[in-house]
């Protein structure tokens, strides 16, 4: 089946600094890509949906400048979190959907802000 | 947009009884109703779905039904098992281009041994 790789698997940055998040299908071409959040106990909450070779489309409530995606190639989506705080620490998780695949899901980052 | 309600959020049942989860959505334009399995730390992972063509699958112990006039469809686990405990998770979409998933609020199943 398909294969989304998310990388880092975790970590934990100072409160100002940013964070890149990236996503690569490893055996087929994502033209989509969806960005989603879960704090604890929480549900999957989208942020965003990227499109390889355009802007990316923002859920209601999601500051754009501060979580930048790009989507410059059918194999790599990134999410940057920027000038992280405390509140932005959660499990990020991205996901593509492609042909009979379906709906992939790469294995989340586990992001902490200290 | 699509908004998608699941209940109970906290289900707890003996092992080898049966569990059942519900979930409703808005958006009659949905026609993809996967349910994800999530284990801390984790991805979702799919462990059956649905679309509005059809109205209930089975797999194994696992069984969903759908109805579309109701706009709401069900997980069914029947002889539960200790592995089973996780937290589950239904969702909808319209599929058939990139349609994003709107997952439901999620429910924490307990077997008891």
């Known amino acids: 089946g398909a294969v989304v790789s998310q990388h880092p698997s975790w970590v934990i940055c100072k409160s100002g600094t940013s964070v890149k998040i990236e996503c690569r299908s490893l055996?087929?071409?994502?033209?989509?890509m969806f960005w989603y959040r879960q704090f604890p106990k929480q549900s999957l909450m989208l942020m965003a949906t990227?499109?390889?070779?355009?802007?990316?489309?923002?859920e209601q409530g999601v500051e754009k400048d501060k979580f930048l995606i790009n989507h410059a190639s059918l194999t790599l989506s990134t999410l940057t979190v920027t000038s992280a705080h405390p509140e932005d620490s959660s499990f990020y998780i991205c996901?593509?959907?492609?042909?009979?695949?379906?709906?992939?899901f790469g294995s989340g980052t586990r992001l902490t802000v200290v | 947009g699509e908004n998608v309600e699941q209940h109970p959020s906290t289900l707890s049942v003996q092992e080898g009884d049966s569990a059942v989860i519900k979930c409703t959505y808005s958006d009659s334009a949905s026609n993809y109703f996967p349910w994800y399995k999530q284990e801390l730390g984790k991805r979702p992972q799919l462990i059956i779905d649905i679309r509005s063509n059809v109205g209930e699958k089975k797999d194994q112990r696992i069984a969903v039904t759908l109805n579309k006039t109701a706009k709401h469809f069900s997980l069914h686990i029947t002889e539960t098992q200790p592995e089973d405990s996780a937290v589950y998770f239904c969702?909808?979409?319209?599929?058939?281009?990139?349609?994003?998933?709107?997952f439901g609020t999620g429910t924490r199943l307990t077997i008891i041994p």
């Open positions: 969702a909808a979409s319209r599929s058939g281009g990139n349609e994003k998933l709107t």
């Open positions: 996901s593509t959907i492609g042909g009979h695949y379906g709906y992939t």
């Open positions: 990227s499109n390889e070779g355009s802007k990316a489309t923002y």
């Open positions: 055996d087929f071409q994502a033209t989509t």
